[in-house]
């Protein structure tokens, strides 16, 4: 079965600083595309930061960019969002997702992330 499990969320002042991790189990974490994703109350979820299964590529939404940082650990099947100089428009659940191909598709349960100003 698997899992991905969300941690590290809570409250921060604007201007804080969260990590947020994610631990996989019962999957080929090594062979998978991971994400985060966020959604607000009342917005669309959107794309954070992505990073390749080799973790040699990554990306991140705009509005993120030089603040936020994704990494992994294929050995220790762990994904990481380093979350620096947080704002109170950051605010959202964050989830995972493993991705493989667009064929197989795992997400996790969220973590609150609340930034306060």
């Known amino acids: 079965q698997v899992q991905l499990v969300e941690s590290g969320g809570g409250l921060v002042q604007s201007g804080g600083s969260l990590r947020l991790s994610c631990a996989a189990s019962?999957?080929?974490?090594?062979?998978?595309?991971m994400t985060w994703y966020r959604q607000a109350p009342g917005k669309e979820r959107e794309l954070v930061a992505t990073?390749?299964?080799?973790?040699?590529?990554?990306n991140y939404l705009d509005s993120v960019k030089g603040r936020f940082t994704i990494s992994r650990d294929n050995r220790e099947k762990l994904v990481a969002l380093q979350m620096n100089s947080l704002k109170p428009e950051d605010t959202a659940v964050y989830c995972c997702?493993?991705?493989?191909?667009?064929?197989?598709?795992?997400w996790g349960q969220g973590t609150q992330v609340t930034v306060s100003s």
């Open positions: 019962g999957l080929n974490f090594g062979i998978y595309t």
């Open positions: 990073i390749s299964s080799d973790g040699v590529s990554t």
């Open positions: 997702n493993a991705n493989w191909r667009g064929i197989y598709d795992y």
